[in-house]
């Protein structure tokens, strides 16, 4: 099995002003395709430490991927430093990333800047990936078995987040096609509503009963619930989904519909899923959520299909005066209740003219109110076969409530819908 | 100087199954006080490689904090390690953490099995900083000066993330009393509307002349723009933070509102203290942006106080129903363009009665229309002195588009409320 070695490079991330999330998305996308990762290391920007460290993780892996320090401004060194690693005194300029910088920056009306283009010269030792995200190149060095004992390759991702998931892709390809893989197979389900420890529980007897060579894995995630995936290494690919289809087939009659897709995917996907097609049309009424709901389905492309739009109405005023919230609900039952919940889910309906509607309502915090804890909302849906409400109650920071009511507000629309459409 | 290393040990984060958030917070604190953080580093649940990695922090670094491997099943194997690294074969009681251990499992409803107990027994090399959040205590090794040629410490902390942050004021107290610390110093300032490579040519001439001991990073981020960072190691603290501020005070002729604070900080929060206080209200109508600018606004604590809310019109049918937006104008001059940014903006204004709106329209793609290109997006502002409207292009996919296009807001927003405080 071919090991690999994840590194980033730069201060910010070794001085705590930012949280690695690289690191963790490419040791999955590694994971996946069957190589073990055995150290991630994080160094700064210093051209010494960056060498030093770069040629011991080459020396114990056969793949290194790094990000960062690929910036257009001084404190980004890390290309130097790879060319003194790969022993080069010559760059070259990469036209096809050349032509990406010049129409992102035309793009943004800027003008192309002499520290610009310099970000499409790589050092001569390395081949190129283009990045069409962002104006720095990927660079892939590759050293000769001599060098370290075992051939290795060394990839060079943008440390920005979004440029190096864009990457990776290519990466991966690249190492599939330059690496002898053990098969691995995955397969997913994604599960909402529970808890992971909740799920757990529940499917105990199912994990139990796993053939020895599946190894299960619970990848719980605030927006999306828990997403369980299968792993099985080696083995023909079509006899090895079957039978993971198989086990998978058996949670169904323990999970039912909280199970809502068998690959990895999104609450808004989903959702998207059922309407699209259909002619039925979706709104949303926000208070708490402050407008996550309407973003999370807005960034499902081709939204505009099903979704007609939103109102976030986050003083009791707009409440009343867009949606029709009756002052007298607000009064007598608060504005985090069942009522108002329900009110504004009909109000938005009513406004849009969709066919279903989903509201919140409720406390992220800091603190709560007279009537409930902070961490309580009130979810409303309505639909052609009337309104209906339901409460939850979370505990955790005002970001991470907001975002548990968003998911559980996407949540409980799905099984609302689907209740409609089996009936 | 003092440097440090921090090492997470476990597989969930070598695979990727969780992001490692306490390394950050470990350096934060670390950097607070003056140490260097020189690497961080992820290892697995594997004694050997457990031993061999620790052991080579020590004898690179003064300090070398681990997180994780400390919990009660067979998995976590840290403890054994410690113990074999630093020649202990006897275990002790400590009798704090074994009191701690009952409490919270008997205030669980839960028994004391041996495998609870067991977390109380330390290896005899080392001292016990208790841990009251969880069952797990923080063990100190002191290694002396003739091992690694330098005296070294390492401090084992549990990795589930709140119990790692109780422990650490008293592990940060433990390095202060046996350390001698040089202090560090940083400061921000955030940039706002203005490309990394742009900021860096426009202000190479005030970074030319830093002095030698100030050191400079750029820390882009698609929602808040740029953080500038200075830092300095050692001298007098109110001296080099009157230095970092004198310098920071000649970026501002240069930058002028571009700068929005002199701390780490969001576009959101620096709308929040514009309204903060004032009177003055604020609404949003958003088309492509989709309730992410309503949702960047509500992340702000307090944000009820200022903001009303939003309309996310997302069909044109809504524009025209809810906002107010002519058909004529739509047909005129299409849905992306400056004419409907400027009757959404308006519109949302009238129909929460607040003193500023902002609104967007525009393209995130796939796919752009017959008469703008994909990225494109249009802004509208309005205020008790008017209307105006601006149009950015980006160049991203659509989820960066969709941010990009929120941050703009965010920030032209800002501007055009200061135009007005300023007048």
Chains 1, 2 share one sequence.
Not at 128 to 136: D, E, K, Q, Y
Not at 248 to 261: N, Q, T, V
Not at 327 to 337: A, M, Q
Request: negative net charge; charged residues 20%; proline residues 5%.
């Amino acid at each position: 099995m071919t090991n690999a070695s994840i590194c980033t490079i730069g201060d910010e991330i070794l001085i705590g002003q930012i949280v690695d999330t690289n690191s963790s998305r490419i040791s999955r996308a590694l994971e996946e395709i069957g190589i073990k990762v055995t150290r991630m290391l994080s160094i700064g920007d210093d051209s010494e430490e960056i060498i030093t460290n770069l040629d011991n993780e080459l020396r114990h892996n056969g793949i290194v991927v790094t990000t960062g320090g690929l910036g257009p401004t001084r404190d980004d060194i890390t290309k130097a430093a790879l060319a003194a690693l790969s022993g080069s005194s010559t760059y070259i300029q990469n036209d096809t990333q050349l032509e990406i910088i010049h129409s992102i920056l035309q793009a943004r009306g800027l003008d192309v800047l002499d520290i610009n283009k310099a970000q499409a010269l790589v050092p001569d030792t390395c081949e190129v990936i283009p990045n069409r995200l962002g104006t720095a190149p990927v660079m892939v060095f590759r050293f000769p078995e001599e060098r370290y004992g075992h051939p290795s390759t060394l990839y060079s991702l943008p440390g920005v987040p979004f440029e190096a998931e864009g990457a990776l892709p290519d990466v991966i390809n690249d190492i599939k096609a330059h690496t002898p893989l053990t098969d691995i197979f995955h397969k997913c389900v994604m599960v909402a509503g529970l808890a992971e420890s909740a799920l757990s529980k529940l499917i105990e007897p199912w994990e139990d009963s796993l053939p020895a060579d599946m190894r299960l894995a619970y990848l719980p995630n605030q927006l999306t619930g828990v997403r369980l995936r299968l792993s099985i290494y080696g083995g023909d690919k079509e006899e090895e989904e079957r039978r993971i289809d198989e086990r998978f087939a058996l949670l169904k009659p323990i999970l039912g519909d909280r199970i809502y897709a068998y690959s990895d995917d999104t609450l808004q996907n989903a959702i998207g899923a059922l309407f699209r097609g259909t002619g039925m049309t979706l709104s949303a009424a926000e208070s708490c959520t402050g407008g996550m709901i309407s973003s999370l389905i807005t960034s499902v492309p081709g939204a505009s299909e099903y979704y007609l739009g939103s109102v976030t109405s986050y003083a009791v005023a707009v409440k009343e005066s867009v949606l029709g919230v009756k002052p007298d609900t607000v009064n007598e039952y608060g504005v985090v209740s069942p009522e108002v919940a329900a009110a504004m889910a009909e109000g938005v309906r009513k406004l849009t003219g969709s066919t279903y509607s989903v509201a919140t309502t409720g406390l992220a915090g800091p603190g709560g109110d007279e009537r409930n804890p902070v961490g309580t909302v009130w979810i409303g849906l309505s639909g052609p076969n009337g309104t209906s409400t339901v409460s939850k109650v979370y505990k955790n920071d005002r970001k991470r409530n907001i975002e548990r009511f968003a998911s559980a507000a996407l949540d409980e629309l799905r099984l609302f819908v689907l209740k409609d459409l089996n009936a």
